[in-house]
């Protein structure tokens, strides 16, 4: 049926693989920075809070004591869009 609600078993689901990796999903390949392409073995990688993309010390954009892949994430995190309060 289309359209129907996601059980909340299957929301979880996708929740957990939308926010691993997909190097840690398979399990086969390693985590690298979506930048320059530095693993794990070459250097510390963070996961951005926005799109999930791992990204290193050197490419890395700080914003408020949080670690993000790029200003666009950032401004994304802080500066979002709500139109939630507006009335048309």
Known sequence: MRG???STTRLRARAAVAYNAP???GGESMAECS???VTEEGGYLTKCP???KMVC???KMMR???A???TFCADSFFYDDD???EVE
Do not use: K, Q, W
């Open 57 to 59: 010390e050197d490419h």
């Open 64 to 66: 408020s004591g949080r």
């Open 23 to 25: 190097e840690a999903v």
């Open 83 to 85: 139109d939630e309060g």
């Open 35 to 37: 930048t320059c392409g």
């Open 50 to 52: 926005i799109c999930h």
């Open 68 to 70: 993000f892949c790029s």
């Open 4 to 6: 129907a609600p996601l």
